[in-house]
């Protein structure tokens, strides 16, 4: 059986994962003939990353999930201690993404290059750190933790969930998940396709 924060986890990091290939897509894309758009879209789903991943779920796993599992198995220790890393880094590393997108928007094509490079390397970055929660540290909470740990975290995870992974809508959030969805193309959105949208 598979608790619910575990699902949760997982529904989550697979939102995150999507919004991270639809920031690489369009990349790949570019602005062409319609950079409103474009620099639309990106601002909104860095600052869903700022907002949901490093502000809500982050925490969690922080202060629930990882000293629960640590504390039955302390040989995964050194791989907690690097995800925590990941956790404090985090943040900032979206900030400088918002900063470098901003430059880029502003002064031109001067400033594309570093953060094409940025992002792809925050991207490789993050979707190597969900990987080691999935692959690594989940399969032994799922062993190891008792039925007293699985309801606190099971209730944890349930509050304040991503809207993007299930979660209750909330208002204050309509403007961002709307600016998201209708906008940004697929996987993560409905929006006309880049290429057709960006170039035509």
Request: proline share 6%; charged share 25%; no cysteine.
């Amino acid at each position: 059986m598979t608790h619910f924060a575990t699902r949760i986890i997982l529904d989550e990091h697979s939102a995150v994962a999507a919004v991270l290939h639809s920031i690489l897509a369009m990349l790949r894309q570019g602005p062409g003939d319609k950079p409103g758009r474009f620099f639309d879209v990106l601002r909104a789903m860095l600052f869903y990353i700022s907002e949901f991943p490093e502000r809500l779920h982050h925490p969690k796993e922080s202060n629930l999930l990882f000293p629960r599992l640590a504390r039955v198995r302390p040989e995964v220790m050194s791989t907690i201690n690097r995800l925590e890393e990941d956790h404090l880094r985090g943040e900032e590393r979206v900030r400088e993404l918002q900063q470098l997108l901003l430059a880029w928007e502003l002064i031109g094509e001067s400033r594309r290059e570093i953060f094409e490079q940025q992002t792809t390397e925050y991207v490789t970055f993050y979707l190597e750190h969900m990987r080691i929660e999935e692959n690594e540290l989940l399969p032994l909470a799922e062993q190891e933790l008792s039925t007293e740990d699985w309801t606190v975290l099971d209730a944890a995870f349930a509050a304040g969930r991503d809207p993007l992974a299930g979660g209750l809508r909330d208002p204050h959030y309509d403007r961002l998940f709307t600016r998201i969805v209708l906008k940004a193309p697929a996987p993560i959105g409905v929006g006309p396709s880049l290429e057709g949208a960006l170039t035509h």
